[in-house]
């Protein structure tokens, strides 16, 4: 595949570094381990062109199970780096993804997400995982709920307080441009379209083919969301709320349990047993575990509670 490409090595050509991220002693060590690694940190004078990267899903979360994928977001601006070098970077990161997979059996998917175009809620669809603009707003959610980061800045949403309206949005994003080095900024959600449930509906019955637990789980929260319209406190808000004033134990901030409980909550209120059911058995079957005997073999305490 390397020979399709017009120009340059994917390894050694492609865009490289992270912003204020430096691998440390460890991190080489281990690559050492691996990779053939340059000993003089090769990307110290280097430009760097990726702004984050930061996981997305259910790892990290009580659904992340042994044989879940790895999603992540490397977040940039396109433009910047021209058609060319995105090219290159997408072969680089697709290298990464099939030596995860022979090497740790590790299944990782890497999404190049331009920050300008998620700004404005267009994601690009470069292959199947990609749903364009249907639902960009709640792709948005999903991602300031679940986000893990890995390395670079961090999203400014992270840091300004929780149902922050756009106006005030606006402004603390004229502050934050003074600090270019911390943050990027990919907007704010006040509020979902009605429109996007639609999409994002449709998308999760194609998305069922392949993980139906998940699916039912996904689209009993749209439901509660187009029910709620207008009064809604979106999750992800809801998320922030809890960590950022440090109430509540650590389980309780799990973004998979608290979108669970919400939905669970929603079937109860308005008294339809039969959903109830259904969300209680998914979230049991999407959780893998075979038995409670795997649930003892756990680290964590968390699942089996």
């Known amino acids: 595949s390397m020979e399709l490409l017009p120009h340059g090595n994917p390894v050694k050509d492609a865009p490289a570094g992270i912003c204020d991220y430096f691998p440390s002693k460890k991190m080489l060590q281990l690559a050492k381990k691996y990779l053939p690694v340059d000993d003089s940190q090769p990307i110290l004078n280097k430009e760097r062109s990726i702004d984050g990267l930061f996981s ?32 290159l970077l997408t072969a680089k990161l697709q290298a990464i993804e099939i030596f995860s997979d022979e090497k740790f059996n590790t299944e990782v998917h890497f999404f190049i997400v331009d920050l300008p175009s998620v700004r404005e809620d267009r994601y690009g669809g470069r292959d199947q995982e990609s749903s364009g603009s249907a639902q960009g707003k709640i792709l948005k959610e999903e991602f300031y709920r679940t986000m893990l980061h890995i390395a670079g800045k961090i999203p400014l949403w992270a840091v300004v307080p929780p149902s922050t309206d756009d106006n005030a949005y606006k402004y603390y994003n004229s502050i934050a441009e003074r600090f270019p080095i911390d943050y990027f900024d990919i907007g704010s959600i006040s509020a979902i379209p009605k429109g996007e449930y639609f999409g994002a509906t449709i998308w999760q019955i194609f998305k069922s083919l392949k993980s139906p637990y998940k699916s039912v789980i996904k689209m009993s929260l749209l439901e509660k969301y187009i029910q709620d319209e207008g009064q809604q406190f979106l999750l992800c808000d809801k998320l922030k709320s809890d960590w950022s004033s440090g109430r509540g134990e650590m389980l309780n901030q799990d973004p998979y349990l608290m979108l669970f409980n919400e939905v669970l909550e929603y079937h109860r209120s308005i008294q339809q047993k039969e959903v109830e059911l259904l969300l209680l058995i998914c979230f049991y079957l999407k959780l893998g575990d075979n038995s409670f005997g795997d649930l003892e073999k756990l680290v964590l305490g968390a699942r089996k509670r």
């Open 56 to 87: 997305i899903g259910s790892i990290g979360s009580i659904a992340q199970a042994y044989g879940s994928d790895i999603d992540c977001w490397v977040c940039l601006e396109e433009e910047k780096l021209g058609p060319e070098n995105i090219k």
